[in-house]
């Protein structure tokens, strides 16, 4: 019941604002600005409550609404380094940044990883080290029910204190998002076990209980997807759990991947019908891990082989259904490669990688704020708010605009299909865009970590991983720079 009563408010509020919204701008029309609408999308946060190991003891005995009171009492009171997941004060900086600049808003989007690189691992290792007993090997671990049980609480409470202060930070606003692949008890995808235990607390602190409960919980615990319609709009808003897509996997998981599948195959189908415009947001894009294929090139800049996101058949069968439905998707919103990006999926569908929170890559900090058209739900620009660690100041700061950095204007995937070739024969683009690659910051090597940044000889696999999204197309274009 108050579930039912939260939803029936907000959506009254919504409508409300949303009839303001639309008579102030009913003359709007394609990419004009009468109507337009902002949207902030941030990523891969990855929070580590850990960074301070003194608070520990204190947090397990803590609920999640005391842990900011808690990490207050930090004598680390600076934003993390590069090569380290987000602290609370860097958590704190970019929340406060985010709500400055959400402005009309009617949402907000996280493309998924809540939690730390090796979470479980930290976690037990301070589990143990508090019991004042070596830290048994993993196998052990695992069969250590108690201790097995307080690493999921804690990890529930660290979601639950991330969503808290998301949800402080943005109002009423639903939080549309998707899982992440650190999002789970392993660290490696979501597991049934977590997205059972959080499913109640992504339907009420992110999504504010605007779908309905039974129908999200239903695919969800099934394998971490959903859709959702923004009330009184023509838009439909569809998370995936493209995790489940990892070569990681094999062939171990291909009926959960054949399931959510179909299960999107018939939410486009309808979709369709209904005549909605669907904004696709996932974790891990398809294509290459480009990163990673990079520092494969011999000393000519050719590869072999290269390194992929997903199963290629899984790709295969996800770029079929999308070709089902020309038109429908105007646009598609990834992370996990902590990285400013973006790739040409299928003609006609580009996927916009938002850079993360986290500078775990040796990345600046930053988020985008889209631009949309509220006739087409189609983005026409973005802005860039970045965090400089080299000189942490106070806030987050306006880093570039695609328009004016690129000089060109209209519908935002036409111009980044412009762009593509550009990058390969105009210098002065292709320099911009590898120095927004890691958001401002690509040549440092910080102490355990080591971080490549894109050079001439590998600068084609960053090029070619725009366009090509399988392997064989990604080796000829590599070779054939």
């Known amino acids: 019941m108050k579930s039912f009563y939260k939803y029936k408010k907000f959506g009254l509020v919504f409508l409300m604002g949303l009839l303001i919204f639309s008579l102030s701008g009913c003359t709007g029309t394609g990419n004009g600005t009468n109507n337009n609408f902002p949207v902030v999308v941030f990523s891969d946060v990855h929070f580590n409550p850990f960074y301070d190991p003194s608070l520990f003891p204190e947090l397990v005995a803590a609920d999640a609404d005391q842990w900011a009171n808690v990490f207050q009492t930090s004598l680390i009171t600076t934003p993390s380094v590069w090569g380290a997941d987000t602290n609370f004060p860097l958590l704190a900086l970019?929340?406060?940044?985010?709500?400055?600049?959400?402005?009309?808003?009617?949402?907000?989007?996280?493309?998924?990883?809540?939690?730390?690189?090796?979470?479980?691992?930290?976690?037990?290792?301070?589990?143990?080290?508090?019991?004042?007993?070596?830290?048994?090997?993993?196998?052990?671990?695992?069969?250590?029910?108690?201790?097995?049980?307080?690493?999921?609480?804690?990890?529930?409470?660290?979601?639950?204190?991330?969503?808290?202060?998301?949800?402080?930070?943005?109002?009423n606003i639903p939080v549309m998002f998707a899982v992440g692949n650190s999002d789970s008890y392993t660290g490696l995808g979501p597991d049934s076990s977590f997205l059972s235990n959080t499913a109640e607390l992504y339907y009420t602190q992110f999504l504010n209980g605007i779908v309905d409960h039974q129908i999200f919980l239903n695919t969800f615990t099934s394998g971490g997807y959903y859709s959702a319609e923004m009330p009184g709009?023509?838009?439909?808003?569809?998370?995936?759990?493209?995790?489940?897509?990892?070569?990681?996997?094999?062939?171990?998981?291909?009926?959960?991947?054949?399931?959510?599948?179909?299960w999107l195959d018939t939410t486009l189908a309808s979709a369709q019908v209904r005549g909605k415009r669907v904004w696709l947001l996932m974790h891990v894009p398809p294509g290459a891990d480009k990163y990673s294929t990079a520092q494969s090139v011999d000393a000519n800049g050719h590869i072999t082989t290269a390194t992929m996101m997903w199963n290629q058949?899984?790709?295969?069968?996800?770029?079929?259904?999308?070709?089902?439905?020309?038109?429908?998707?105007?646009?598609?919103?990834?992370?996990?490669?902590?990285?400013?990006?973006?790739?040409?999926?299928?003609?006609?569908?580009?996927?916009?990688?938002?850079?993360?929170?986290?500078?775990?890559?040796?990345?600046?900090?930053?988020?985008?704020?889209?631009?949309?058209?509220?006739?087409?739900?189609?983005?026409?620009?973005?802005?860039?708010?970045?965090?400089?660690?080299?000189?942490?100041?106070?806030?987050f700061n306006s880093y570039y605009t695609f328009s004016t950095a690129y000089f060109m204007w209209g519908f935002l995937n036409d111009s980044l299909l412009q762009l593509y070739p550009e990058l390969a024969a105009e210098n002065a683009?292709?320099?911009?865009?590898?120095?927004?690659?890691?958001?401002?910051?690509?040549?440092?090597?910080?102490?355990?970590?080591?971080f490549y940044p894109i050079t001439d000889k590998d600068w084609p696999v960053y090029w070619c991983g725009i366009g090509h999204m399988d392997e064989q197309g990604l080796i000829n274009c590599v070779n054939a720079y």
């Open 94 to 171: 970019a929340l406060s940044s985010i709500k400055q600049n959400l402005g009309a808003s009617p949402l907000i989007i996280y493309t998924g990883d809540i939690l730390g690189h090796n979470f479980p691992q930290t976690f037990f290792k301070l589990y143990y080290g508090n019991l004042g007993v070596p830290v048994p090997d993993y196998a052990t671990i695992l069969a250590d029910v108690v201790a097995v049980a307080a690493m999921k609480d804690f990890t529930d409470k660290t979601v639950a204190f991330f969503m808290g202060q998301v949800r402080s930070s943005v109002g």
């Open 233 to 262: 709009t023509n838009l439909m808003v569809i998370g995936l759990n493209t995790f489940e897509f990892s070569p990681y996997f094999g062939n171990a998981n291909s009926s959960a991947v054949t399931a959510e599948l179909a």
């Open 429 to 450: 683009k292709q320099q911009l865009y590898r120095g927004h690659y890691f958001s401002g910051h690509n040549y440092t090597v910080p102490v355990g970590n080591e």
């Open 313 to 395: 058949d899984y790709q295969t069968s996800f770029l079929q259904i999308l070709s089902k439905y020309p038109g429908i998707i105007t646009q598609m919103l990834t992370a996990h490669t902590h990285m400013d990006e973006y790739r040409i999926v299928s003609p006609g569908i580009l996927a916009d990688t938002t850079p993360s929170i986290a500078p775990y890559f040796g990345n600046n900090p930053a988020f985008k704020i889209f631009t949309f058209s509220g006739d087409t739900f189609k983005p026409i620009d973005y802005s860039i708010m970045n965090y400089d660690l080299a000189t942490n100041p106070a806030q």
